[in-house]
């Protein structure tokens, strides 16, 4: 079975910088897409940034120009660099990755455990 397990949270100042890291464990499967989620108290989950199988990225509006998805095929991690941390941007943080069929079904697909990340003023 498949395991998502995410790293590199943790506790910031605003304006600092957080790298995440989910490293894909398991049966080898054809990952179409691969994200971020996030989280807060209270709060809808949203999509903070995706990655397909021909590079190209996707980002909410509210982080475009902050953070930066990546893809390293060679060691089967998805990374998300996040720089200009701002307090909203506190969530626990899940990594995502769908299928060819999972779209096709509109399933979310494999889920990680989630990392916290803190951003305070």
């Known amino acids: 079975q498949v395991q998502l397990v995410e790293s590199g949270g943790g506790l910031v100042q605003a304006g600092g910088s957080l790298r995440l890291s989910c490293e894909a464990s398991?049966?080898?499967?054809?990952?179409?897409?691969m994200g971020w989620y996030r989280q807060a108290p209270g709060r809808q989950r949203e999509l903070v940034a995706s990655i397909n199988n021909g590079g190209i990225t996707n980002y909410a509006d509210s982080v475009k120009g902050r953070f930066t998805i990546s893809r390293d095929n060679t060691k089967n991690t998805v990374a998300l660099q996040m720089n200009s941390l701002k307090p909203e941007d506190t969530a626990v943080y899940f990594c995502?990755?769908?299928?060819?069929?999972?779209?096709?079904?509109?399933?979310?697909?494999?889920w990680g455990q989630g990392t916290q990340v803190t951003v305070s003023s």
């Open positions: 398991g049966n080898t499967f054809s990952f179409n897409v």
């Open positions: 995502n990755a769908r299928s060819a069929l999972d779209i096709v079904r509109n399933s979310y697909g494999y």
